[in-house]
């Protein structure tokens, strides 16, 4: 939220269910690239991000007078998010269900060596780290959606396990025996298997090919490669508007943040211009 504080915050949802269009237009923009890196990481893809994204969005502006200041607006969001999110069911992934035992064996089986050249003449190092990206996002999806939505939270928003807990319902020693978990089954994986982050074999410039072949990636849809990142920092300021880090955190170097896509913030606008304010407005 651009470093506002939480009575700033407080000020503009006032505002905004009183009728002010630009202070309900700086709530979404304050959120929205928040909301997107979490969609991303959860659903394991742009576009199902992109679709969630705009879900949550649209979700929170109308249901913005419910909005109480009882917990800081970023957590209430937070909230929001994780809960339709954790039951969102059109993604890829809720369609096609990944394991570390089946991942595993792909990286141990697969025919890499009987794939031809399918790069199309774009840079392999390019599309080498637009594979990086993908795969340990993707990776994600072998844990459970709970598992999941707590590693996110405790690794790439390093949450304090309070506030944490209170959006997802369970107290913060459980939180914490969760992460941990989490975070030891996501370690042993890179470690075992994967030769960017762990001592593995696996080498994303020598699956490229065997990528492209079964679309895990497109060499003429780099979505990772294209998206525009966004300072760590954001992420911190986002922690620290709701309560200190409580220590736990990991480097996972993969969880970086991005931009949301101009598409996902065009069509938020349209939705603010097309609408009347009165589905914002407190009864």
């Not at 651009?2 to 923009?29: P, S, Y």
């Not at 959860?42 to 979700?59: P, R, S, V, Y």
Request: glycine residues 4%; charged residues 25%.
């Amino acid at each position: 939220m651009d470093k506002k504080t939480n009575e700033e915050i407080q000020a503009l949802v006032e505002q905004a269910t009183a009728g002010d269009k630009k202070a309900l237009e700086a709530l979404a923009a304050g959120v929205q690239d928040m909301v997107f890196n979490l969609s991303l990481r959860m659903l394991g893809t742009f576009a199902d991000a992109e679709d969630a994204a705009q879900d949550i969005l649209l979700k929170m502006i109308t249901h913005l007078s419910s909005f109480r200041g009882d917990s800081a607006f970023t957590t209430w969001v937070f909230r929001i998010a994780v809960n339709h999110l954790k039951n969102y069911k059109k993604h890829m992934f809720a369609r096609f269900p990944l394991s570390f035992e089946y991942y595993g064996d792909d990286i141990e089986n697969g025919k890499i060596q009987d794939v031809p050249d399918l790069t199309q003449n774009v840079e392999k190092e390019l599309l080498a780290e637009e594979l990086k990206m993908s795969c340990t996002n993707v990776m994600l999806q072998c844990l459970d959606p709970e598992s999941r939505c707590i590693f996110i939270l405790g690794t790439m928003f390093q949450l304090d396990s309070r506030i944490a807990g209170e959006i997802l319902e369970m107290t913060p020693e459980a939180y914490r025996q969760r992460l941990s978990r989490a975070r030891r089954k996501m370690a042993d994986f890179l470690g075992q298997y994967c030769g960017e982050y762990g001592g593995g074999r696996c080498k994303c410039k020598d699956r490229v090919n065997y990528a492209i072949q079964n679309h895990r990636i497109h060499p003429l849809q780099l979505d990772y490669t294209a998206a525009s990142e966004i300072p760590v920092q954001t992420i911190v300021d986002v922690k620290n508007a709701m309560e200190e880090i409580d220590g736990l955190s990991q480097d996972f170097s993969f969880c970086k943040p991005y931009r949301s896509p101009e598409r996902t913030r065009n069509l938020i606008q349209e939705f603010l211009d097309s609408t009347q304010l009165s589905v914002v407005q407190k009864p």
